[in-house]
């Protein structure tokens, strides 16, 4: 499975995406089109069917209009803007978000839920063919629990319903229990019914929501973006001899004056470079009240930017870390970092959340294991790197002699950094070039450094299927199924080679 890469490795147009990915990262996957969860249409009328046949004819020249969705029995438009691109990456070309909330009170039964959309419809007629609405019901305490879903056409006729509750299985499947993973399954959930698929999805080009999550992503100029690889280089240069200053991380509202100590004797036990704590801990005001996670970032490494310029370190480098840790609970939402050098200037910004694999290998749950996972990514962007070795081999001495330099990258740790992650790009790389034994082969070696990954199995499940060998993509993919059975990614997989799970 591809995965989407958050740091400042990325330049120019593929900061658009970026954006997108750390609202969004699940969409970013070498497949196009999401995951087509089955249905069944049992109990419908025959009116009813020949509405839904229509609707999926129209694909993506249908068009629709996303009510709020409800959260919690709180209708949040944000969430119906996530929906809304959602069914844009799928293909979906005309989509309007309706500006008057359709409030249901405590339905909850599908019946009256969908007669009640269809008299608010025609109370309240809508421009487009379709209308959407949706719940997340659950609880604060708890948390989401399930789905509700209601489409009518623009007479307020029902077109189709869904429900989904705890007990049922693509509930279970959700691996994150936020608003994020439930607006994917309920995409998956949708997306066929509007007659959407890969084809669609392949065809599909950035709209309007796509646009609207860019502006509200709090990217800076393309101009200060590509200004950040050339000094991150000259770090990489000086590595064995620049010097850092670390701050304490701001955990909450406050400084974590361990964390501190704890980052700098992690740099130092992973010879990285000289590094050296604060004197005095600092608390940016950045806020953590938008649901962008990417403006969270880089609204907060313009704060540290303004602080290094009017207080320049004696080092030559300074880090400053906000973890989005919740201690009662031990759950940690992200790990945002930002390096600058001493004139203020950002050579690192990085931001890391359950959609990345350094994060999903640490699984962070205290601020100690924020402390590793930032630690982690300094060290991927301050080490040479064993895929860019790797690439360089193979272009220029084939694919036997890229195995053998890997494999001496492997035991030098001291100059190299092994990230599964780049690893995995690469062969996506190669694989959507159609170079298959390249892929396969530098999937081979992640499967190798990193035997506990469900997907790096995934990933070489992919890329067997992509080249034919259909009992080895199988293989591959079951084993990623062990190590992760709610992988979404392998099941469909598997069904889609025939397998049934």
């Known amino acids: 499975m591809k995965q989407c890469s958050t740091g400042t490795a990325l330049m120019g147009n593929a900061f658009a995406v970026i954006a997108l990915c750390a609202l969004l990262s699940a969409l970013f996957t070498s497949a196009p089109a999401l995951a087509q969860e089955p249905q069944k249409m049992q109990g419908i009328s025959a009116a009813q069917q020949e509405r839904m046949a229509v609707m999926k004819s129209r694909g993506p020249e249908a068009s629709l209009t996303i009510f709020p969705l409800e959260v919690v029995g709180t209708p949040y438009e944000r969430v119906s803007e996530i929906v809304a691109l959602l069914f844009e990456r799928q293909g979906l070309k005309n989509i309007e978000l309706a500006k008057t909330a359709f409030q249901p009170g405590a339905l909850t039964s599908m019946e009256p839920l969908a007669g009640a959309l269809g008299d608010f419809v025609k109370k309240n007629p809508i421009a487009t063919e379709y209308a959407l609405y949706a719940q997340y019901p659950g609880s604060p305490q708890s948390g989401i629990n399930g789905i509700r879903a209601v489409i009518v056409d623009k007479t307020g006729a029902v077109v189709w319903t869904d429900s989904l509750g705890p007990d049922d299985q693509p509930v279970k499947n959700v691996m994150d229990r936020d608003p994020m993973g439930f607006s994917l399954l309920l995409a998956e959930r949708v997306v066929p019914r509007l007659g959407l698929n890969e084809e669609t999805a392949k065809a599909a080009k950035p709209g309007k929501f796509a646009r609207l999550m860019e502006e509200r992503s709090g990217l800076p100029p393309e101009s200060e973006r590509a200004a950040i690889p ?272």
């Open 230 to 501: 050339p000094r991150l280089k000259e770090l990489r240069a000086q590595r064995k001899s620049m010097t850092l200053t670390v701050f304490p991380a701001r955990v909450g509202d406050a400084a974590d004056p361990a964390s501190a100590t704890e980052i700098v004797k992690m740099i130092t036990d992973g010879g990285l470079c000289k590094a050296t704590a604060a004197s005095q801990a600092l608390v940016l005001k950045t806020p953590r009240g938008d649901p962008n996670e990417m403006k969270l970032l880089w609204d907060l490494a313009r704060e540290f930017r303004e602080h290094v310029r009017s207080n320049p370190p004696a080092t030559e480098y300074t880090v400053y870390a906000d973890y989005g840790l919740d201690p009662q609970a031990r759950q940690v939402g992200y790990v945002h970092s930002v390096v600058c050098d001493r004139k203020g200037e950002w050579v690192i910004v990085d931001l890391q959340n359950s959609m990345q694999p350094d994060f999903q290998s640490i699984n962070p749950r205290s601020s100690t294991d924020c402390s590793a996972l930032l630690v982690k990514r300094l060290t991927s962007y301050l080490k040479l790197s064993a895929s860019e070795l790797v690439r360089k081999k193979i272009e220029s001495d084939g694919i036997d002699a890229a195995v053998a330099a890997f494999h001496e990258a492997q035991h030098n740790p001291n100059e190299y950094n092994v990230s599964e992650e780049e690893i995995n790009q690469l062969g996506y790389e190669y694989l959507q070039a159609q170079r298959y034994k390249e892929a396969i082969a530098v999937f081979k070696l992640n499967i190798e450094a990193f035997p506990e990954s469900f997907n790096v199995y995934d990933s070489m499940g992919e890329a067997y299927a992509v080249a034919g060998e259909k009992e080895l993509a199988i293989q591959h993919y079951r084993k990623s199924l062990q190590l992760n059975p709610n992988s979404q990614s392998g099941i469909m997989a598997l069904k889609k080679l025939g397998v049934e799970q």
